[in-house]
């Protein structure tokens, strides 16, 4: 028996969901359109190529969401953008400001676990760095603090450069020291010693 036959034997007890089984003689008479045939399959090809680079495109930027966030003491919608990079976290958040124009914030790192291997930051731990105190120098010489809906003055709290700062947000407490124009450390159990950062 031959291939031809044995195709023939296997699809003849096919069922053709109530069609008219075609001849051979009919399959015969059909003409061959092998150009027509390559160029829908081109086509097909394209069509799948081109789905999944844009499904690839739309990921590269990595995990993409909508969040709100305490910008300067103000309630803002922003977008944040987190990406994985061998074990190491970038996230940025793009938000609009009143004048139309956009700002961006970025950052990013590991968490070392208690063993000591480090792991990508999880969105929780980025979300909880986002809403961490801000410190700001104006162009008049006052610092401001910015923190969840408060906006403090601590310009004239300044001693040999270094102002402490108790920040409450309902049962929370979180004490701050500043260098001025040198960085701030913050904590939820005691001020920060000045002479352990920059």
Known sequence: MTGRDQYKKVFDKVSSFGMEPLKEEDLMKRKKHPVKNMAAAAAVLILIAGSTGAAYAANVGGIQRKIQLWIRGDQTDATLVVRDEDGYSQYSVTYELEDGSTESIYGGGVAIEPDGTERALTEDEIMRDLSMPEVEYEEDGSVW??????????????????????????????????????????????????????
């Open 145 to 198: 603090v910015y923190y969840c809906d408060q906006k403090i003055d601590v310009t004239d709290s300044f001693e040999d450069g270094v102002c402490y700062v108790k920040l409450l947000n309902g049962s929370e407490t979180v004490y701050m020291t500043i260098k001025y124009k040198n960085g701030f450390s913050v904590s939820r159990s005691k001020y920060p010693d000045p002479a352990m950062f920059n």
